[in-house]
């Protein structure tokens, strides 16, 4: 009775807890128009989310920019310094839904704001997600990508503003498994 | 003009082969120097991506000539050179081959290894010839910077073998490598 109780009474959607050994933050970025790939290794993620009940659906993700790891201690160094992620002023930048939009087929679009170096802007995320039933829980494998311009963000400042030597558009690719209660 | 080489001379083909690479291997060191000293930053990038360019440029280069080398007669030594002074420019040649072709190479999988790409003059990205990797960065990073020293030890050895053969035995082997040269009875 309980149960059926319950069952009835939550109206949050499931909260999904991501598996972090199988998800990836990675981006792409050009250096003198060629790419090169890193990703951030620490984030953390809330995320609510029934493709039943999207109004009621949200997604916090919070980046740890010093995390960065382009493979290149280097340049992991540098990229971390005032003139662009500026982490010793703003060590996080935040991802936060706003509305779902179902498209069909697995695909789905998320109105966000996304908050870098303390500059707040709106971006759509497509995303593709695919749910399923697994050994008394259920799991999920979301995939989505979006192109930023890094100078929206004041990301480059100075020496590095040309969008030269490093360009200005950086994709940001979002692998997330994680898994919720049946 | 003659292209090919002859038993007694270079062809216009193999002079431009050779002095277009002195002309590359000599921009490299500087720009290399120049490059190591930037602090990091968009100079240094640039720095790093003509060096790059360069040599992927002196790799596809060496490939050519030693194919063009090969396909050719080899003009015959001049002067009077002991067994070991033919023995030492005899390897002093086929080392820079090694070593024009070892470099490009090494300092390509030093890129990939670090996770940086090889762009060539903003034309075209190389692929990456192995995926990234510490150690093996250090290792390649290791080996370019011993060879660049290698290569400078072969240069001077090769330059003094030129002076001999113009100072002391004043024969034709550096005019040889010019424009305009006429094998005549004088030089033999």
Redesign the interface.
């Given at each position: 009775m309980c149960l059926a109780f319950s069952g009835a009474a939550v109206a949050e959607p499931a909260a999904w807890t991501v598996d972090m050994k199988t998800s990836r933050l990675g981006f792409t970025a050009t250096?003198?128009?060629?790419?090169?790939?890193?990703a951030f290794k620490t984030f953390s993620a809330s995320i609510r989310f029934d493709e039943k009940d999207l109004p009621a659906s949200r997604v916090q993700v919070e980046i740890d920019m010093g995390s960065v790891d382009?493979?290149?201690?280097?340049?992991d160094g540098?990229v971390v310094g005032a003139e662009r992620f500026n982490v010793a002023e703003h060590p996080k930048s935040m991802f936060e839904t706003v509305t779902f939009e179902n498209l069909g087929g697995g695909k789905f679009t998320a109105k966000s704001r996304l908050t870098m170096r303390g500059v707040t802007k709106e971006v759509e995320f497509p995303f593709h997600l695919e749910t399923r039933s697994d050994g008394g829980k259920r799991v999920a494998h979301m995939e989505g990508e979006i192109t930023i311009d890094r100078r929206d963000f004041d990301i480059g400042q100075g020496?590095?503003a040309?969008a030269?030597?490093?360009g200005a558009d950086v994709v940001i690719k979002a692998v997330i498994r994680a898994h919720a209660p049946l | 003009m003659q292209f090919r080489n002859t038993i007694n001379a270079y062809g216009a083909v193999t002079q431009a082969f050779h002095w277009l690479t002195v002309c590359l291997v000599g921009a490299m060191f500087p720009i290399a120097w120049w490059m190591d000293d930037l602090p990091?930053?968009?100079?240094k990038?640039?720095a790093y991506?003509l060096h790059k360019s360069i040599g992927i440029c002196i790799l596809a280069l060496t490939l050519l000539r030693l194919a063009w080398t090969l396909a050719n007669p080899k003009p015959r030594v001049l002067g009077q050179p002991k067994p070991y002074e033919e023995f030492l420019a005899k390897a002093a040649h086929w080392s820079f081959y090694g070593i024009l072709l070892a470099m490009p190479v090494i300092g390509w999988i030093n890129s990939s290894a670090?996770?940086?790409?090889?762009?060539v003059f903003?034309w075209f990205?190389l692929p990456a010839l192995v995926g990234?990797d510490?150690e093996l960065k250090e290792l390649a990073q290791e080996t370019h910077e011993l060879l660049s020293d290698v290569l400078l030890v072969i240069i001077a050895l090769h330059v003094a073998g030129a002076l001999k053969h113009a100072v002391i035995w004043k024969d034709g082997t550096i005019r040889r490598m010019l424009p305009g040269y006429r094998p005549d009875g004088a030089e033999q």
């Open positions: 250096q003198l128009g060629s790419p090169f790939e890193g382009s493979q290149s201690p280097e340049r540098a020496q590095w040309a030269t030597t490093v | 990091l930053g968009p100079e990038f640039e991506g670090a996770n940086f790409p090889v762009n903003g990205t990234p510490k």
